[in-house]
């Protein structure tokens, strides 16, 4: 079945660094998503990218999906200590299947 | 945004005991919603996909009788988790979406503990 895979793991960042985790699917996607999970809470949308090579931003955040629409990739520019919580990708096949999670990556961020 | 609430938010109970989680979408109607379960500092866990008026879809490894899911309505789906033991004890997360969208609401959460 599909499987997602996210790298790292863990980052930890001195704030104002820059931040990137890498989402991978073993199988084509239809379309993948980005959710925030802070310490404690609950998954947050941040946003679906569908388009091959479609590059969205959200102030600080540069959101990317591969042009074979396999991977995907989360950059923040200049982080800051409330970017920090574990960012999880979720990718769904081209048959509309559920979408799967992959295991997140926890930033923490350094003051 | 949409919200989904969770009820309730936290629950202990002893072995062998039932416990019924709720979710509900307070301001959009959901299609479907989808349960969750997430261990300590790991990833979701899709149990189940539930569909207003329809028989939820369970994933491969989760067992339907033990996990009864209800979805009557389209704001309300209910988790029974019948019989319950430690092992079961983590953190259940319902998600909704409405129709045509894919975008998924989560909601805070439900923490069980099984004595």
């Known amino acids: 079945g599909q499987q997602v895979m996210q790298i790292p793991q863990y980052q930890h960042v001195q704030e104002g660094e820059d931040f990137t985790t890498y989402c991978n699917s073993s199988?084509?996607?239809?379309?993948i998503q980005w959710y925030k999970q802070r310490p404690g809470g609950h998954p947050v949308f941040l946003i679906q990218l569908v388009k091959s090579g479609e590059v969205k931003k959200q102030k600080r955040l540069t959101f990317q999906f591969g042009e074979a629409k396999k991977n995907s990739s989360l950059h923040i520019t200049a982080t800051q200590t409330t970017d920090v919580g574990t960012y999880f990708c979720a990718g769904s096949g081209n048959y509309g299947q559920n979408f799967v999670f992959g295991p997140g990556t926890r930033l923490s961020v350094l003051p | 945004g949409a919200v989904v609430s969770q009820h309730p938010s936290w629950v202990i109970c002893k072995s062998g005991t039932s416990v019924k989680i709720e979710c509900r979408s307070l301001?959009?109607?959901?299609?479907?919603m989808f349960w969750y379960r997430q261990f300590p500092k790991q990833s979701l866990m899709l149990m189940a996909t539930?569909?207003?008026?329809?028989?939820?879809?369970?994933e491969q490894g989760v067992e339907k009788d033990k996990f009864l899911i209800n979805h009557a309505s389209l704001t309300l789906s209910t988790l029974t988790v019948t019989s319950a033991h430690p092992e079961d004890s983590s953190f259940y997360i319902c998600s909704a979406k409405a129709s045509g969208s894919a975008k998924q609401y989560f909601g805070p959460g439900t923490r069980l503990t099984v004595l």
């Open positions: 199988t084509t996607l239809s379309n």
């Open positions: 539930s569909n207003e008026g329809s028989k939820a879809t369970y």
């Open positions: 301001d959009f109607q959901a299609t479907t």
